[in-house]
Each structure stands twice: as structure tokens, then as C-alpha cells.
């Protein structure tokens, strides 16, 4: 078994997903404005939160990496989660990100972005991330943007329009070149 990373920003702990973490997180992704931008749009019930989050935390055996639970530092509350999926099915490594409603627009999902590309190229190696965001979701666009991703396509991605923003290492010269 994999033993996943913690990793620590200014303001934020990234730890395992646990099930610690489930009534949190079933009830982000219970919350319309939460989902709405993820998947088919649609909240979860109980259930299938609870497959996603098995999903989650399986990922970081089969493929090495995943999504990480943000919890405020100061209070240790869970407030999201951020971290780099490739499920079966997608073009790409992708950064992504969820931030509760009420812990929106504080800078937590572009310090934990943040966060996550220093590991995929310090830890992992990897030559490209790719973000990919829902057509008409300006604040993850604007977050790609400020994490330094580039828009370099938009894709239909399981019946929906995508902008690809995609992020390449800082020391690699050529960073266009890899698109």
C-alpha cells in the first residue's frame, strides 16, 4: 500500500481522504453549487459520495497519486479537496480542485493547485498537467490562469465543453513543445 504524502501550505494541511472525512464530504457533493461544475452537474446522494471517495482514495494505489482532503490548518475544519486524477477515460494527469461554497474566493483552491504541481514535478516526474474546466466556470478558469496554465484547446469531455489549460514544469525550456 502506497503511504500518501501530507503536504502543508500557509494555510492548509493536504491529507489522506479518509473516513474521517465522509459527512464533510458527502455533504459537499450533496450541495448543488458544489457539483455543478463536476461530473454531469448533478449532487450526489450519501451513496455514491461514498463511491467517490472510495474511488479517490483508490486511485493513490493504482496510479501513485490522487486527491488530497484540504483542511484549514488553523482550525484542522475540511474545506475541500485538490490533487491530480487520471481515471480511465481521461486525455490526461488532471490538477482539479473543490472548495466548499463558503470557503470560496480566499485564494484555497490556487494555494493548494499550487501545492500539487510542486509535488507532480518535484515528486512524480511529470512533464504535463492538464486542468480541465467546464465552459462558462470563469472562477477555475481564473484559477488555471493564476496558477500559470495555459489554454490550449477546448474538448468535448463526456458531453460537455471543456477548456484544457495545461501546465508544464518551470524548468522545462520548451514548455509548448510537450503540448
Not at 487520471?86 to 493547485?113: C, F, N, S
Not at 510542486?118 to 504535463?128: C, G, K, P, Q
Amino acid at each position: 500500500m502506497i503511504e500518501i504524502p501530507t503536504l502543508e501550505t500557509e494555510r492548509l494541511r493536504m491529507t489522506a481522504l479518509t473516513e474521517r472525512h465522509f459527512n464533510d464530504y458527502a455533504a459537499m457533493l450533496a450541495d448543488p453549487d458544489s457539483t455543478r461544475w463536476i461530473g454531469d452537474g448533478l449532487p450526489l446522494d450519501r451513496t455514491n459520495a461514498w463511491r467517490s471517495l472510495a474511488m479517490l482514495i483508490g486511485h493513490w494505489q493504482l496510479r501513485g497519486y490522487g486527491m488530497w482532503a484540504l483542511e484549514l490548518k488553523s482550525t484542522g475544519e475540511f474545506i475541500g479537496r485538490a490533487g491530480l486524477l487520471h481515471p480511465e477515460g481521461w486525455p490526461d494527469i488532471e490538477l482539479g480542485w473543490m472548495v466548499k461554497p463558503q470557503h470560496r474566493h480566499h485564494g484555497y483552491a490556487t494555494e493548494a493547485g499550487a501545492a500539487t504541481l510542486d509535488f507532480a514535478w518535484e515528486h512524480l516526474h511529470i512533464l504535463r498537467v492538464i486542468s480541465l474546466v467546464r465552459v462558462g466556470n470563469e472562477a477555475s478558469d481564473r484559477v488555471a490562469e493564476r496558477l500559470g496554465g495555459e489554454h490550449i484547446e477546448d474538448i468535448d469531455f463526456f458531453g460537455s465543453d471543456n477548456h484544457v489549460f495545461a501546465y508544464y514544469p518551470p524548468h522545462h525550456e520548451s514548455r509548448r513543445a510537450l503540448a
